[in-house]
């Protein structure tokens, strides 16, 4: 019988107050990036920088997490997640302050990668309690309500942010985070169980997690600093190539080991690795949203505030299909769905490479509804898919995967598309090399975005055909189940 607790009279099901617990966590990073984002050009101009050293204020952050999460994971894996999440909201809590005292960009820049630790840690183990704590059969719908939270956290940054903005200054964008920190604390230790590893006297791999560290680190270096250096520079192509060859150490030494980092048999599951890859290509398409103020700001001369509400759009659709799809997904399955949304976000894409000058608010919405919806019905019966293919004494290193799909997703996928928006954009003008974003023409910035998201409907339709491909496989097992259960009942 499941534990419960009073409430107003109510018996609630106590695992519902421990997913409040994580959404607070969730909440949190989210609503810090999409309020960041829209702070960018504040920040140019606020502390006398430019467009290429901004980003890094976005690309510390998820340099930790990509460098990280599979560390965090794994410990998961072997002391109580409990702590892990805990701990890691009071370290983004505290970097979030150290962020809104920044006295200059580079100091902004390194308390950024503190709060990127923080939030790595919660978002290591945070899945993985999600798991435990629901049933099978309600897991979709759990995971479905964290991602509306997330497009909760999305959806009112911009308009916050702008708020904010205009009212006090940049520095508010982090300071807001200060008083939810502190609810958390307050609430979590109290509805949050206790995570222990059913695996008893499990050792770390010191040596597997520094090669990790040192592989992504390297990565997400090489495709952060090549947006600025070329990625035909000698030395940038050097920083991906040692990442390669990390990788191939890594691997090696994982399937020696005995406690190793990560369990490399779990990629033996056809369907579990290509739904990380989904995530991956997804959340490179995400890194073209930080374009986006740029675009609404010096294009189309609006106001933050109202760049902020015309950004929630999207997030607001994704957090309304978030819970849909994840009950969809608990009773018809995962595949069909997530192969759905990301049909629906190839449209959205090709729709916004159609932006214009001369593009009227409705327009814009019109064009980046489609990305919400899309992202909304992929996400949660995508995650779900990977949570429910390994076994529990796995869960936090499939957690940690999981989460590293989209960090490194966006740790690619933000110089990516940044670079691709830079190169359009100068190249549409003849424009000198670090040009100034914000005195390049008009129709300049309008092509960058085009290109941009060219780009990335390309890289959709690249996961829409794995999604079949993991639809037609699924399909495939399910029938092989079916036949094998009735010829067991013929012998009977």
């Known amino acids: 019988m499941a534990e419960t607790l009073k409430l107003g009279g109510r018996s609630i099901d106590k695992k519902w107050f421990a997913l409040t617990s994580l959404a ?10 999409s309020i960041v984002n829209i702070s960018l050009p504040a920040l140019v101009h606020d502390l006398h920088t ?11 952050y998820t340099m930790m997490l990509s460098s990280l999460i599979l560390i965090a994971g794994r410990l998961g894996d072997m002391y109580d997640k409990r702590k892990i999440y805990i701990g890691g909201l009071a370290l983004f809590t505290f970097g979030s302050l150290l962020c809104g005292l920044a006295p200059g960009i ?46 909760v956290g999305i959806a009112i940054g911009p308009p916050v942010g702008g708020i904010l903005i ?32 059913t695996q008893k006297n499990q050792r770390f791999d010191y040596l597997g997690a520094l090669i990790l560290f040192l592989t992504l680190g390297l990565y997400a270096l090489g495709m952060t600093l090549g ?48 739904s990380l890859l989904m995530a991956f290509l997804v959340f490179n398409v995400m890194g073209s949203s930080f374009i986006l103020p740029f675009f609404l700001e010096y294009v189309k001369q609006y106001p933050a505030e109202f760049v902020g509400l015309l950004l929630m759009a999207s997030p607001l ?50 064009r980046i509804a489609p990305t919400g919806i899309g992202l909304g019905l992929f996400q949660s019966p995508n995650n779900s898919a990977v949570m429910g293919s390994v076994p529990k004494e796995r869960l936090g290193i499939a957690s940690g995967l999981l989460s590293l799909s989209r960090t490194l997703g ?17 190249s549409a003008a003849s424009l000198p090399k670090g040009f100034d974003v914000a005195s390049a023409p008009s129709y300049a910035l309008t092509s960058g975005v085009n290109g941009t998201y060219r780009v990335a409907a390309f890289l959709v339709i690249l996961a829409t055909l794995l999604a079949v491909l993991a639809f037609i496989i699924n399909a495939r097992k399910q029938r092989m189940a079916v036949l094998d259960r009735f010829t067991e009942t013929s012998k009977h």
């Open 317 to 366: 659709l994704m957090g309304i299909v978030a819970p849909l799809a994840g009950g969809l997904s608990d009773r018809f399955g995962s595949r069909g769905i997530s192969l759905l949304g990301l049909v629906v976000f190839v449209i959205g894409a090709f729709a916004m490479s159609t932006l214009h000058e001369g593009v009227s608010p409705l327009g814009f919405i019109l």
């Open 166 to 197: 205009g009212l006090a200054g940049w520095r508010s964008v982090f300071l807001v985070n200060i008083p939810i920190g502190i609810l958390g604390l307050l609430f979590i230790p109290r509805f949050l169980p206790h995570s222990w590893p």
């Open 106 to 151: 580079y100091w902004l820049i390194g308390f950024r990668a503190l709060q990127g630790v923080g939030a790595m840690m919660m978002q290591a183990v945070g899945p993985a309690m999600t798991t435990e704590v629901f049933p099978a059969q309600e897991r979709g719908r759990a995971l479905g309500i964290l991602g509306t939270v997330v497009s």
């Open 227 to 274: 947006q600025n250096a070329g990625f035909s520079a000698n030395w940038i192509q050097g920083l991906l190539f040692a990442a390669v060859i990390g990788l191939v150490v890594f691997i090696i030494w994982e399937r020696r080991t005995q406690y190793s980092m990560v369990d490399i048999t779990l990629f033996n599951n056809l369907l579990f690795s290509l």
């Open 50 to 60: 430019d467009f290429a050293t901004v980003q890094w204020v976005v690309i510390s």
């Open 410 to 426: 966006n740790a690619s996928g933000l110089p990516l598309m940044g670079a691709i928006f830079y190169s359009q954009a100068r």
């Open 24 to 33: 607070i966590g969730v909440f949190m990073s989210t609503l810090d990036t």
